[in-house]
């Protein structure tokens, strides 16, 4: 599937849920916190199952917080990687 279509998907189960009705952005931004705590547990016990997991958690919940906010989260990519993409730089201990 294309990211423009799951995230259709993820915003019609959002819709279904009542999230996008009801849940505040600093909610949704709790949920996105411990989502990447996932991420951080999987990292510390190489644990790629888990992360994969926590990784898709993550984007859902970045996903329901743009559209609680009325953005559009593929326009919001598209925004960050237009900062970057003329970046020069270096990696310093692992970090560019």
């Known amino acids: 599937m294309t990211f423009e279509e799951l995230d259709y998907k993820v915003i019609g189960w959002a819709a ?11 909610a949704q931004f709790v949920k996105f916190a411990e989502e990447a705590g996932e ?11 888990l992360l994969e997991d926590g990784i ?3 984007i859902v919940t970045l996903i329901i917080l743009s559209r609680i906010k009325g953005l559009d989260p593929v326009r919001c990519l598209e ?4 900062e970057i993409a003329g970046r020069t730089g ?7």
């Open 16 to 26: 279904e849920k009542g999230i996008l009705a009801k849940a505040t952005p600093q």
């Open 39 to 49: 991420i951080a547990a999987a990292l510390a016990r190489d644990d790629l199952d």
């Open 56 to 58: 898709g958690d993550t």
């Open 90 to 96: 270096k990696m310093v201990d692992g970090v560019f």
């Open 79 to 82: 925004r960050a990687y237009n």
